[in-house]
């Protein structure tokens, strides 16, 4: 089974800061998920990527695999972002087996 | 549509209630899955549906039932339940269920076990 760590697991940072979010995993993937889950439950995909760099917004997610490291960064942080972020691969086994998830990283941005 | 719809969004169900959770989406999607989140942890996963059949129980106990009616509809049916059972319920869909697939998550159900 794929082992996800995930750092640091909690953040606190002031509105305008950069901010990264690591994630590591055990065994070689073929795409790594970064969710985003707000108080009251939902959880939204950010992004899905296998290989190099992605970018929406003010998020940008960057994986090597050689390494099975990725980051997340969100650049001009806004309150808004304050949210659970979790990284996610596929579970062992070749078939729809769902997600892996990290515990998550609670990010709270302060005004 | 690329919703995952969720009901009843909260739940409260004592002991001897026979309750259902209900998930819907019209994406086309083939795999469903069910989740379980307890306060502060990342999600486990429950069941998995492919194509309308159970491709996957992660060792949960009876008194989760899941059912899978049709290609746009899950339920899980509840009995019997404990407090220990409380907790958010996720469902979530993907394309076909291939590995590293978009999955699309609902909002979920908040349940609470008296």
């Known amino acids: 089974k794929n082992e996800v760590e995930q750092s640091p697991q909690n953040l606190t940072a002031q509105e305008g800061e950069f901010i990264t979010i690591n994630c590591s995993y055990s065994v070689g993937i073929s795409a790594l998920h970064w969710l985003q889950q707000h108080p009251g439950g939902g959880i939204v995909s950010l992004f899905m990527l296998s290989s190099g760099k992605k970018k929406h917004g003010r998020l940008i997610a960057t994986i090597n695999i050689q390494e099975k490291h990725s980051s997340l960064h969100i650049t001009a942080s806004h309150p808004r972002d304050s949210a659970v972020y979790i990284c996610?691969?596929?579970?062992?086994?070749?078939?729809?087996?769902?997600?892996?998830f990290g515990k998550g990283t609670h990010l709270i941005i302060q005004p | 549509d690329t919703e995952v719809t969720q009901t009843p969004k909260h739940l409260v169900m004592g002991m001897t209630n026979k309750k259902s959770l209900k998930c819907e989406q019209h994406?086309?999607?083939?795999?469903m899955y069910w989740y379980k989140q307890k306060a502060k942890k990342p999600p486990e996963l429950m069941f998995v549906?492919?194509?309308?059949?159970?491709?996957i129980n992660e060792s949960v106990p009876s008194r989760f039932s899941p059912e899978c009616p049709n290609s746009s509809l899950l339920n899980l049916h509840l009995h019997a339940l404990q407090p220990e059972d409380s907790a958010l319920y996720l469902c979530?869909?993907?394309?076909?269920?291939?590995?590293?697939?978009?999955?699309?998550f609902g909002s979920g159900t908040q349940l609470s076990v008296l």
């Open positions: 994406m086309g999607h083939r795999a």
């Open positions: 549906y492919s194509y309308e059949k159970l491709s």
């Open positions: 979530a869909s993907s394309q076909v269920g291939g590995r590293g697939e978009k999955l699309f």
């Open positions: 996610a691969v596929p579970s062992s086994g070749g078939g729809a087996d769902g997600l892996t």
